[in-house]
Nanobody, 127 residues
């Protein structure tokens, strides 16, 4: 059974930093992993994605502030978030898929395509 478990969320002031982690386990070799987020009353949106060969994609709203990385030796996906803003406040979810075709998915259209999801970790940024 594949499991994804996020950690690292919390409360921070505007301009601060957080690093989210997502540890995966089970019979799973990721081709793509991604971070999504969902703010209250809003749809879940893609934040960043990384493929197994290291190709990264970011939402325009986080470019230059967030960095996604994948450590396969530690079975862990990371999201380094710097210069946080109140509008970054949301529940953050990691997602993963083992199918090679995931490399063709766009960040914005892949919400319903990922096979595996974590339970989420809350990030709150105060002004």
């Amino acid at each position: 059974q594949v499991q994804l478990v996020e950690s690292g969320g919390g409360s921070v002031q505007s301009g601060g930093s957080l690093r989210l982690s997502c540890r995966y386990s089970g019979a799973y070799i990721p081709s793509c992993m991604a971070w999504f987020r969902q703010a209250p009353g809003k749809e879940r949106e893609g934040v960043a994605r990384i493929t197994s060969d290291g190709f990264m994609t970011y939402a325009d709203s986080v470019k230059g502030r967030f960095t996604i990385s994948l450590d396969n030796d530690k079975n862990t996906l990371y999201l380094q978030m710097n210069s946080l803003k109140p509008e970054d406040t949301a529940m953050y979810y990691c997602a993963g898929d083992q199918r090679s075709g995931c490399r063709l998915w766009s960040l914005g259209d892949s919400l319903f395509l990922y096979n595996y999801w974590g339970q989420g970790t809350q990030v709150t940024v105060s002004s």
